[in-house]
């Protein structure tokens, strides 16, 4: 039974314009939310976060948003740039255990 | 700084075999994990450790030991390798007791069983 869920397996945007991947959950009991970017061969980095108990945080390019009646948070890059090219991965908490990690979206930015 | 260092980077088993997946962090964290991503997948909790001497079980323990015998390491044990544990193990670590949830992650150990 998957908590975190990722429905889109990948994503294809232009240079420049928004990039807009979606997450949704099933468990009301998590505290924390997180995106992470991997790259091929190396780990998974952190990008941004956001605490269940506010519905929007800002860094930078990067925009997470999220809507708890809809149990959805989605994560806004804009403008996109090649760099962004990766696999993104949502992530949630609510406990020592760690975290509990969606199956991913691969992120192609085109020329 | 190193961060979260995994060795090796690649291993080959036979069917049967053990091995020790290394994990060793340079940053004092009490909080250590291990993870395994497969194909297409999300990454999965094997174990995690919450500080020296003290692990327990994450959602996929089974065919693997881990021990904590200092802050540093965090080592992980297959015993008896089996074509299922491909995969790509990542160990990770956290600070303090606040869970926000960012974690620190090594490069992986991308381990193929045949």
């Known amino acids: 039974d998957q908590q975190v869920k990722q429905n889109s397996p990948s994503l294809s945007v232009q240079e420049g314009r928004i990039s807009i991947l979606n997450c949704d959950y099933t468990n009301s009991m998590f505290d924390y939310f997180l995106w992470y970017k991997k790259y091929p061969a190396e780990g998974p980095t952190f990008l941004i976060s956001i605490s269940s108990i506010k519905d929007k945080n800002e860094d930078g390019r990067f925009t997470v948003f999220l809507n708890k009646s809809a149990k959805h948070l989605s994560l806004h890059i804009v403008p996109s740039q090649p760099g962004d090219s990766a696999v993104y991965f949502c992530a949630a908490t609510g406990g020592a255990d760690g975290l509990t990690f969606g199956k991913g979206t691969h992120l192609i930015i085109q020329p | 700084n190193a961060g979260v260092t995994q060795t090796p980077k690649f291993r080959i088993l036979k069917i049967g075999q053990s091995m020790t997946l290394q994990c060793t962090q340079d940053m004092n964290h009490n909080y250590m994990y291990w993870y395994r991503q497969d194909p297409g997948m999300g990454l999965k909790l094997i174990y995690y450790?919450?500080?020296?001497?003290?692990?327990d079980k994450g959602e996929v323990p089974n065919g693997y030991n881990v021990s904590r015998s200092t802050t540093e390491d965090f080592p992980l044990r297959l015993e008896l390798a089996a074509p299922s544990q491909t995969s790509v193990y990542f160990c990770?670590?956290?600070?303090?007791?606040?869970?926000?949830?960012?974690?620190?992650f090594g490069e992986g150990s991308r381990l193929t069983v045949l």
């Open positions: 450790s919450v500080g020296a001497g003290i692990t």
């Open positions: 990770a670590s956290r600070p303090g007791q606040l869970n926000t949830g960012e974690l620190f």
